[in-house]
């Protein structure tokens, strides 16, 4: 039996990677996915216009406007949203959304009691727990008994909108879950080991010590943090971020265009809990922000990364600068922190103290360090979204780099990546 919160992170999975695409076998599962990510982004927000949440539902997180009245619907139902109606018109949504661990278990829960999900979103969700948890193969996913019809329809809305990817390792079809490397730290360690000595080692280890490093600056400089990379490193590198195994984030500004920032290995060594998904990319885009003004700052550079996230867990701010306002848009929209104008075109980023923040901010610092082992007021939401950057979430970010020139890498590297990747498909 699936976890409700595995229900609830899987659907929130399937609407980032869908973007404006819907597969019409779906319908629970984008209603449930809907309400997670108006949920995420309205948790510590003040009373919200209806008009305004809808268009901000619609025109920045990718929801179709049927799909928004239906989500807040839902929200209402688990208790996390109040609602001020006139007749049926809703007219101020009053959020008091949970955190995180409730978030997920309580919306998966009522959003399947409500609506029970259909044989193909149910075949979607045993889908995605598997690739989570390691590769799987045609064979696997033939041992799950399932209609033939509808693992095959599965699979092709699945590899289409990417919630998997298929990798052909020598001779064999290979899905894997763009999403399989974040929630199993493990397991791109295991793969450093399998690549031994060769280049494929050396790159994993360099982006594990610099994490959130621009791929732009490796691919201009042809280096990570002054160490130079060889051609076939280098192609490490794009193949890595190109075919899914390590999805970057990106940030789009208007200065510098989009910037994706590439995360290698993480500390630790067992599955990301479902209620920490969220947390985990919430620290990816507070990494990225840095990195954004660490390397690609229009005026103002920051020189310790490491040393301005502490400040910031221990003083509860950053001081004001004028590019603020576009560096941390999606810090803000995530809720993780607020913007507070300072006058001038500045801003001050404030964090929202909550246990699951700090506990981002600490992911953030260690991140960055490369170890081995008051709610906002209307005006200032709009700033948020209509100013500056673009934070795009890794499964989301990754369909970018689908127009960009993807090399493969060398024969050492694949056969150590086909064979982290056939082990583990019978692991």
């Known amino acids: 039996m699936t976890n409700k919160d595995e229900v609830a992170v899987r659907s929130h999975d399937v609407l980032v990677t869908s973007g404006r695409s819907r597969a019409s076998e779906f319908d629970s599962l984008i209603n449930i996915g809907a309400a997670v990510r108006l949920a995420i982004n309205l948790r510590g927000m003040p009373p919200i ?30 208790e996390m949203v109040e609602l001020d109606v006139e007749g049926k018109t809703i007219r101020t949504i009053l959020p008091s959304i949970p955190f995180f661990v409730d978030l997920y278990k309580c919306l998966g829960e009522v959003g ?18 598997r690739l989570a948890r390691r590769p799987q193969t045609k064979n696997d996913f033939a041992n799950l008994g399932a209609e ?17 990817t298929a990798v052909r390792a020598r001779g064999l079809d290979v899905y894997v879950s763009p999403s399989y490397f974040s929630e199993n730290p493990q397991a791109l360690a295991d793969l450093t080991v399998t690549a031994g000595g060769t280049a494929l080692a050396r790159v994993l280890l360099l982006l594990k010590q610099h994490q959130g490093y621009p791929l732009r600056i490796i691919a201009e400089k042809k280096e990570i943090a002054g160490n130079q990379l060889s ?43 479902p209620h920490e998904i969220q947390i985990y990319r919430n620290a990816l885009a507070l990494v990225s922000a840095v990195r954004q003004g660490q390397f690609l700052a229009r005026e103002y550079a920051i020189w310790n990364p490491q040393l301005l996230l502490q400040r910031f867990k221990e003083r509860g701010f950053l001081r004001r600068n004028s590019e603020a306002p576009e560096q ?15 006058g001038n075109g500045k801003a001050r980023l404030e964090l929202i103290r ?23 007021p209307d005006e200032e939401l709009m700033l948020a979204i209509k100013q500056g950057e673009e934070y795009v979430e890794p499964l989301l970010a990754r369909k970018s780099l689908t127009n960009c020139d993807i090399v493969t890498a060398d024969p050492d590297s694949i056969a150590a990546i086909d064979e982290f990747l056939l082990r583990g498909s019978r692991d």
Request: no cysteine; hydrophobic share 40%.
């Open 112 to 129: 399947t009691e409500s609506q029970s999900l259909n044989e193909h979103e149910q075949l979607t969700i045993e889908l995605m727990q």
């Open 49 to 78: 216009r209806y008009e305004l949440l809808r268009d901000i539902a619609v025109h920045r997180l990718g929801l179709q406007p049927p799909e928004v009245k239906p989500a807040i619907d839902l929200l209402a139902e688990a």
């Open 231 to 273: 051609s076939h490193e280098l192609q490490i590198v794009q193949a890595l971020a190109g075919q899914g195994f390590l999805p970057p984030p990106s940030i789009r500004t208007k200065h510098s265009g989009e910037n994706h920032f590439i995360f290698g290995p993480q500390p630790g060594v067992s599955r990301v809990a």
């Open 354 to 376: 909550d246990k699951d923040n700090e506990r981002t901010v600490d992911l953030a610092i260690q991140l960055v360090r490369g170890s081995a082992g008051k709610p906002m």
């Open 148 to 164: 033939k019809k509808a693992l095959r329809r599965v699979i092709e809305i699945g590899t289409s909108v990417g919630v998997m």
């Open 328 to 342: 941390y848009r999606a810090v803000v929209q995530l809720g993780i922190a607020r913007l507070v104008s300072t």
